[in-house]
């Protein structure tokens, strides 16, 4: 499927946010929209593909920058020990409420769009804790995480996050994916997690835990990337989204 891609500054509260549009060019007037959260090290090329693969499977993919206020703003970090102190500084300078007000934004920028049909949320990493909370949101009708981190303790920004606590809030479906081997997501971790999920009624989430996963498994640059899982994580997600 042949794509194009827009670069739009979506006006928030805090300011405009810098965000890549990744469409499906088709006879289809309409497609589904995705949120899809990066990282901590921004719109990189390495998300980017992934946003791309994801499109090519028609859905409109929405990736906002998650630092677009300060001087990370329309910054793609490095995969080193630098961009990842810029990166979690970024995230340390943010409160939870700054990254739910950007989110709303975008969310308001999708369901306002006319090539946009039902509105869905998926992130990895803090990515994936955010599009937790975008889950939140009533009009998010389904969410894939991806190893989101600081889900089970509340470590999120500037200020301790009340996400788990509020999973009853949410309305849509719900995927989670972890690695086994993530030492951000641990086995303890997913148990608090998962047991979270269940006593606020979501007993028909879908999760999976794929062997030999280790945190950021799904980036395409370094180590720890696993093509397989990646390809079979993707896969899932898309198949979910669709309902089955």
Not at 24 to 46: A, K, N
Not at 68 to 92: I, M, T
Not at 137 to 159: Q, S
């Amino acid at each position: 499927m042949r794509l194009r891609e827009d670069e739009v500054m979506v006006p928030g509260p805090g300011g405009a946010i810098r965000t890549r549009i990744v469409a499906p060019v088709g006879d289809e007037p309409r497609w589904p929209g995705l949120l899809l959260y990066t990282d901590i090290f921004q719109l990189t090329e390495s998300t980017l593909r992934t946003a791309r693969r994801l499109a090519a499977e028609g859905l409109l993919v929405a990736v906002p920058e998650i630092y677009p206020h300060g001087d990370l703003a329309g910054v793609a970090l490095e995969f080193d020990d630098a961009g990842k102190a810029r990166g979690l500084a970024g995230a340390a300078a943010t409160t939870t409420a700054g990254f739910d007000a950007d989110r709303a934004a975008v969310l308001d920028h999708l369901a306002a769009r006319p090539d946009v049909t039902t509105l869905f949320a998926a992130g990895f990493c803090i990515g994936g804790h955010l599009a937790f909370r975008a889950a939140l949101d009533p009009r998010v009708a389904a969410t894939v995480c991806f190893y989101p981190t600081g889900l089970h303790d509340g470590k999120l920004g500037a200020d301790e996050a009340d996400s788990l606590a509020r999973a009853a809030e949410i309305r849509g479906r719900l995927m989670v994916v972890f690695g086994a081997r993530d030492p951000h997501v641990p086995a303890d971790a997913r148990v608090r997690i998962l047991a979270g999920l269940y006593a606020a009624g979501h007993d028909d989430l879908e999760v999976h835990v794929y062997a030999g996963g280790e945190h950021a498994f799904m980036r395409d640059v370094g180590p720890r990337y696993d093509p397989r899982l990646t390809d079979l994580g993707l896969a899932e997600a898309v198949s979910f989204l669709r309902g089955r």
